[in-house]
């Protein structure tokens, strides 16, 4: 019989939960809001794709940057400069105004500078406090978090709604910077004890395997959809409605949808099953994409839905083993930090071609809704890369 104590998380994963709770709020009301104003105030997609573009960049960048200083910053030294970042950023939106559409680039930049400070401090959190045993079960509440987070744009979008443009956006963006705050206090209820060791990449470059390139590879895949998703359906559906409301209403029914089956998922799918969960989870949303065809806004929120069931059945699985291997490889595990940081060179890698075949697609005046229907269709070779790894 499974020991209960094994399933069970520690303090230190419960606060990270928490901060990282509070962190995904900010960026789910953020994040939609920033692309589609940045829309607003440009008039063309383009001008979001570049942000973002910039943004995948410069990520995979500061992960190594920060993974060098992590001997002086610590782990949550990274999370707490990555909140900062994040704080300056808004803040820099607030003052800028419908500026921002000049700033683009800087702005993008600063984004990659924030989420690199923040995911670094949070994957290498996550990975020393929890274990092969409870790491299913974190991943399915984090996930679940992520779900609930989308919540927030409604209240935004209502909020933009009766304030007006100007005010409602400045409202949801101040709103935005109190979260980012709120995240660093609570940051400071966590006491770790001892530094970490200053990062050596040549040494683990070295280490790379068979079994890491298949990681990087299912990295790649993962990145061609996640790139192009993080702002493309947005802007569709606000293009369709016309309506911030309408946009937090899409996050707030797919949102309860994901939080459920990020839990499930997580309670459910153990090791035997991992790679049947990838599988037909991404064979399933390949399928279900189809309905983009439509070319409607029904169509769309279809998809929206079966994305929101179907996906955690293959983010949770593939985010364990990307963990597990570096912690059952006595080659790697005291590498923890380099691989951490280079998991993330091959995600944006694919995040950059994501968005490099979005320009295109708008620069030949091909309907995006194929794009995001063969995208679709790049997650099923995850499952297949990633079978041989018994983890």
């Known amino acids: 019989m499974e020991n209960p104590a094994a399933v069970t998380l520690s303090k230190r994963a419960k606060m990270l939960l928490a901060i990282h709770g509070v962190f995904l709020t900010g960026v789910s009301l953020s994040n939609i809001f920033f692309n589609v104003y940045l829309w607003k105030v ?21 992960f190594i940057l920060g993974s060098l200083l992590v001997k002086n910053l610590g782990s949550l030294g990274n999370i707490r400069l990555g909140l900062i970042v994040h704080s ?22 600063l984004m ?10 949070y994957n290498v959190s996550t ?62 209820n966590i006491h770790v004890v001892g530094s970490e060791k200053t990062a050596k990449y040549s040494a683990a470059v070295k280490r790379i395997g068979k079994d890491w390139l298949r990681v990087s590879g299912s990295m790649i895949l993962r990145g061609l959809r996640e790139g192009v998703m993080s702002f493309a359906l947005i802007l569709l559906i606000y293009e369709f409605t016309s309506s911030e409301i309408n946009l937090g209403l899409f996050n707030l029914i797919t949102g309860l949808f994901t939080m459920i089956f990020y839990f499930i998922v997580g309670k459910t799918i153990n090791q035997n099953r991992r790679y049947s969960s990838m599988l037909w989870g991404a064979v399933l949303l390949s399928v279900t994409s189809i309905v983009l065809l ?12 079966a994305n929101s ?17 570096i912690r059952n490889n006595v080659v790697t595990r005291d590498y923890r930090i380099e691989f951490l940081s280079l998991r993330e060179v091959p995600l944006n890698l694919g995040r950059l071609i994501g968005i490099g075949l979005l320009v295109l697609f708008i620069n030949e005046n091909w309907s995006v809704l194929w794009l995001l229907w063969g995208l679709g269709l790049s997650q099923i070779p995850i499952a297949v890369v990633l079978k041989p790894l018994k983890l």
Not at 42 to 62: C, D, E, M, R, S
Not at 93 to 109: D, R
Not at 140 to 167: K, Q, R, S
């Open 88 to 109: 300056f950023f808004y803040l820099l939106v607030l003052i800028l105004g419908q500026e921002v559409g000049e700033w683009y680039i800087f702005l993008g930049i």
């Open 42 to 62: 440009n008039g063309n997609i383009k001008l979001a794709a570049a942000y973002n573009f910039y943004h995948f960049l410069t990520v995979p960048i500061v």
């Open 112 to 121: 990659g500078i924030g989420q690199g400070f923040y995911y670094l401090g």
């Open 294 to 305: 439509r070319q409607d806004i029904i169509g769309i929120w279809l998809f929206g839905i």
């Open 127 to 188: 990975y020393d406090w929890t274990d092969n045993h409870n790491r299913n079960i974190y991943s399915g509440l984090n996930g679940a978090l992520g779900a609930m987070a989308n919540l927030a744009p409604l209240a935004g979008g209502v909020m933009i709604g009766l304030l007006g443009t100007f005010w409602g956006y400045k409202a949801v963006f101040a709103i935005t910077l109190l979260c980012f705050i709120l995240a660093a206090v609570i940051s400071f």
């Open 309 to 325: 069931i179907l996906f955690p059945f293959v983010f949770v699985p593939m985010t364990t083993i990307s963990y597990n291997i």
